[in-house]
């Protein structure tokens, strides 16, 4: 096993209005000494927010969507009533530093089982992190555990602390009748639906905001939501209350970071501007100051910057997508880790609330 690198002090931090004492996140040291940091977000995209902001600031706080339903975690949550536990586990990896110690441990909870038996499949994270819920029986205190072993440069929270499920209402759902609305139930069927998703809802339709996350986003200096699944990962936040109330009274500015290409099945089809009105849809009340996008997946900037006038935002246009990233038709299209921490390094300068932070 390799040497463990230097870990984050995490001490108590200063009081947050209408908020537990409990629920506060760690307290930094020097006040003003970086940007307090919040990424919302789940799977893939959320991961490639963290890996590049955890380059640009040792204090962030992920805040995790719980309402996946498919593969290893939607066995675990099925047997065992328990959150899924894969965005979450998904997060913890990004967050782990670039040592050996870092890789180690990112390779070793991502490592999946391979076997005809009930392990196949399994994320050994998915395991560990459901394991120490059940002895602990305190989702933040034992997700807390886990970064403290891996050396998380960072911590991870669930947005609630309840299973959630995902509802959408679908146009076209059913082959014949394109002009239809259907009901369809499910993170994994949502995501891969044919149709046209218009509103996602979720069951419960007013699940508590876990209060650490409540507590983060008030005490934020920026606040990063998305990329990641439009209706499967990026607006779930936004309809917990508690969540969106905080996002909406918070003091911090906020930044809304778009995919690279469409997603198949869930968003097929859909203009960076049409991601922004969907946003809009869902959350009117929500002002974002920044809405990132990669420039080469902007095909027509002025109609992104009309749409992102309804939030009350600028457009920041930067190359972020890894070499090769923008397949034709979407595909695998990623982030590249070093472009987007420039570009939201970059934000954070131009837009204030800069401080000695480095």
């Not at 299209?333 to 480095?358: N, Q, S, T, V």
């Amino acid at each position: 096993m390799p040497r463990r690198g230097d870990r984050q002090r995490r001490t108590a931090q200063s009081p947050v209005r209408d908020v537990p004492r409990s629920a506060r996140p760690p307290r930094r040291g020097r006040r003003g000494a970086q940007p307090k940091v919040v990424a919302l977000g789940g799977g893939m995209g959320l991961s490639a927010s963290l890996t590049a902001l955890r380059r640009i600031t040792g204090d962030l706080t992920a805040v995790v969507t719980v309402a996946d339903d498919g593969g290893s975690s939607g066995r675990l949550r099925d047997e065992l009533d328990v959150l899924p536990p894969g965005d979450l586990r998904k997060a913890l990896a990004a967050l782990c530093g670039d040592d050996d110690w870092g890789r180690t441990w990112s390779e070793v909870i991502q490592h999946r089982f391979k076997s005809g038996g009930a392990l196949h499949d399994h994320a050994v994270g998915n395991l560990l992190i459901v394991a120490l819920w059940e002895q602990m029986g305190d989702h933040v205190a034992a997700l807390d555990l886990v970064g403290k072993l891996l050396g998380a440069h960072g911590r991870v929270l669930p947005m609630s602390a309840v299973p959630l499920e995902l509802e959408a209402v679908v146009r076209g759902h059913r082959p014949g009748s394109p002009e239809e609305l259907s009901r369809v139930r499910g993170q994994a069927a949502v995501a891969l639906t044919p149709g046209e998703v218009r509103q996602v809802m979720l069951v419960p339709h007013d699940p508590p905001a876990v209060p650490e996350a409540v507590a983060a986003v008030l005490d934020a200096d920026w606040v990063v939501l998305g990329p990641g699944s439009w209706f499967s990962s990026v607006i779930p936040h936004l309809l917990v209350p508690g969540l969106l109330d905080a996002l909406t009274r918070t003091k911090a500015r906020r930044v809304l970071s778009l995919n690279l290409a469409p997603q198949p099945g869930e968003t097929d089809g859909f203009s960076p501007q049409r991601h922004v009105e969907v946003l809009v849809q869902h959350a009117p009340k929500l002002a974002f100051d920044v809405v990132l996008a990669d420039r080469a997946a902007v095909p027509d900037e002025e109609s992104l910057r009309r749409a992102a006038e309804r939030l009350g935002a600028e457009v920041h246009l930067a190359p972020v997508a890894a070499a090769g990233g923008l397949p034709a038709g979407g595909g695998s299209a990623r982030h590249d880790p070093e472009l987007l921490a420039a570009a939201y390094d970059r934000i954070f300068r131009m837009h204030g609330r800069i401080g000695p932070w480095r």
